[in-house]
């Protein structure tokens, strides 16, 4: 038991220590929320902001559009997919259990994010 938390608390020493503050933020909990950002259509991993995220096993994200055409939230395996979010409009999804979710907007191919669920 003790070479366990001791094993645990060099990794968390070794995982601070190598992170730096100039990298984008993940945010990670239960209930994550996701901006279509203005002007997205012409972006790619920017579309959607925060990207990539990381939500809890039984989390939920929800995406915003925050931008002025329509767009989706569409998983590239077919996990997922919002259907069409219009201006303002909101799509969310209770991720069930962990893995690593690529997705796109159907529309607009080039917009892309990740959800990972731990």
């Known amino acids: 038991m003790f070479i366990r938390i001791?094993?645990?608390?060099?990794?968390?020493?070794?995982?601070?220590?190598?992170?730096?503050?100039s990298s984008p933020s993940?945010?990670?909990?239960s209930a994550v929320s996701v901006s279509i950002v203005s002007g997205a259509s012409t972006m790619t991993t920017s579309a959607?902001?925060?990207?990539p995220i990381t939500v809890a096993a039984?989390?939920?994200?929800?995406?915003?559009?925050?931008?002025?055409?329509a767009h989706t939230a569409t998983a590239?395996?077919?996990?997922f997919s919002s259907g069409t979010i219009a201006p303002n409009g909101k799509f969310s999804m209770t991720?069930?259990?962990a893995g690593s979710f690529p997705y796109r907007c159907t529309f607009?191919?080039?917009?892309?994010?990740?959800?990972?669920v731990q």
């Open 58 to 69: 039984g989390g939920t994200v929800t995406w915003t559009n925050n931008d002025s055409t």
């Open 108 to 116: 607009h191919p080039g917009m892309v994010g990740t959800v990972t």
């Open 26 to 29: 993940t945010p990670s909990g």
């Open 48 to 51: 959607y902001s925060p990207n």
């Open 95 to 97: 991720f069930p259990s």
């Open 76 to 79: 590239n395996g077919g996990t």
């Open 6 to 21: 001791v094993l645990a608390a060099l990794l968390l020493g070794f995982t601070t220590a190598c992170s730096s503050s």
